[in-house]
């Protein structure tokens, strides 16, 4: 059974920094490629980045490029998204996935941007 659970989200003021992991088993997570997705409350799911295998190509949606970092461990099978100058807009629950559509993505964490 596929599963993916995030963690690390929080209360963050504007500017501010978290890095999120999300911990995978059930599946060949090395022959992975692996991405993050989020949504806000209202919104329709946003893609917001992926890696490939063995992390030879990183993409990232234009609203994040330049603030968020994604990088997999594939000895822990561990996914990570760092957040760097965060913005109000970026307040969304965010799940890790095995795909950009996130149709299979697992547990979600909870970021909120707010002074």
């Known amino acids: 059974e596929v599963q993916l659970v995030a963690s690390g989200g929080g209360l963050v003021q504007p500017g501010g920094s978290l890095r999120l992991s999300c911990a995978a088993s059930?599946?060949?997570?090395?022959?992975?490629?692996m991405s993050w997705v989020r949504q806000a409350p209202g919104k329709p799911l946003e893609w917001v980045s992926e890696?490939?295998?063995?992390?030879?190509?990183?993409y990232y949606a234009d609203s994040v490029k330049g603030r968020f970092t994604i990088v997999r461990d594939d000895k822990k099978n561990v996914l990570y998204l760092q957040l760097n100058s965060l913005k109000t807009e970026d307040t969304a629950m965010y799940y890790c996935a095995k795909d950009r559509t996130g149709s299979n993505r697992g547990q979600g964490t909870q970021v909120t941007v707010s002074s």
């Open positions: 059930g599946f060949s997570f090395s022959d992975s490629w």
């Open positions: 890696i490939s295998i063995s992390s030879a190509f990183r």
